[in-house]
C-alpha cells in the first residue's frame, strides 16, 4: 500500500461545477497538508496549506483534512477552464522529511 | 512566479555521463529541497539541506550528491547516468527549518539520457 493514494483522473467537468478532490493516506505522523497545482511541464504551484484537521477557505478553493479518516479533500467551486491542470496532495509529519505526495489527479474543465 | 530558480531548463545528455543541476532557492529562505518527478514514480523526496547542511535524504541513489553553498544556492549532482534516471528534477525551497511544510517549486530541470 502506497503512503499517499490519489485517483489519477482524468477527471472531466462543465466549466461552473464544483470539483471535488481526493486522498487518502496510512502515516499517521503526517500533521501537515497541502494542495499544489501542476500545470504540463511546469513546477508544482503551493494552492492550500492546512496544519492538522479542519476546514480551510482561500477564494474559490477549500481544502478540508479528516485526520480520523486520514483523508483529505480539495473543492474547487465555479470552476473555470483555466483550472485546468494536476493536482497534487503533499503532506509531511513536520519533521526533516521532505513531502510525501499522492501521484496526482488531472482535472479537465471543458468549456 | 514563485522566486526559485533552476538551471538549466533541459539537460540532454549520454548514459554514463555526469551532470550538474543548479538551484537558487527564494530570498530569505534557508532550506533546500530536491525532488525527481517521472511518470511511473510520481514527485519523490531526494534531499533536503538547511543553511549549508543536509538535513534529510529520502529516496536518493548513491550515485546522486548534492550540496549548498554559503550564498544558500544548492547544486545536485548526478553520476554514472542511466536511461531511467531521465525524469524532471525540481528544487523546492521553504523558511521553516522544522515542519518544512510550505515548500516553493522552482521551474523544474528536465534531464534526457540517451
Known amino acids: 500500500q502506497k503512503e499517499v493514494e490519489q485517483d489519477p483522473g482524468p477527471l472531466s467537468v462543465p466549466e461552473g461545477a464544483i470539483v471535488s478532490l481526493n486522498c487518502t493516506y496510512s502515516?499517521?505522523?503526517?500533521?501537515?497538508f497541502m494542495w499544489y497545482r501542476q500545470y504540463s511541464r511546469k513546477g508544482p504551484e503551493l494552492l492550500m496549506y492546512?496544519?492538522?484537521?479542519g476546514n480551510k477557505e482561500d477564494g474559490r478553493f477549500t481544502a478540508q483534512v479528516d485526520k480520523s479518516s486520514k483523508y483529505i479533500s480539495l473543492f474547487i467551486r465555479d470552476s473555470q477552464p483555466s483550472d485546468s491542470a494536476t493536482y497534487l496532495c503533499?503532506?509531511?509529519?513536520?519533521?526533516?522529511?521532505?513531502?510525501?505526495f499522492g501521484k496526482g489527479t488531472h482535472l479537465i474543465i471543458q468549456p | 512566479d514563485s522566486g526559485v530558480t533552476q538551471t538549466p531548463k533541459h539537460l540532454i545528455t549520454a548514459t554514463g555521463q555526469r551532470v550538474t543541476l543548479r538551484c537558487s532557492p527564494r530570498?530569505?529562505?534557508?532550506?533546500v529541497y530536491w525532488y525527481q518527478q517521472s511518470l511511473d514514480q510520481g514527485l519523490q523526496f531526494l534531499i533536503q539541506y538547511y543553511n549549508g547542511e543536509e538535513r534529510a535524504k529520502g529516496n536518493i541513489l548513491e550515485r546522486f550528491s548534492a550540496q549548498q553553498f554559503p550564498d544558500l544556492h544548492s547544486e545536485l549532482n548526478l553520476s554514472s547516468l542511466e536511461l531511467g534516471d531521465s525524469a524532471l528534477y525540481f528544487c523546492a525551497s521553504s523558511v521553516v527549518k522544522s515542519s518544512g511544510a510550505e515548500q516553493f517549486f522552482g521551474p523544474g530541470t528536465r534531464l534526457t539520457v540517451l
Open positions: 503533499a503532506m509531511t509529519s513536520g519533521g526533516a522529511d521532505g513531502l510525501t
Open positions: 502515516n499517521s505522523a503526517f500533521q501537515y
Open positions: 530570498s530569505g529562505d534557508l532550506s
Open positions: 492546512t496544519y492538522s484537521s
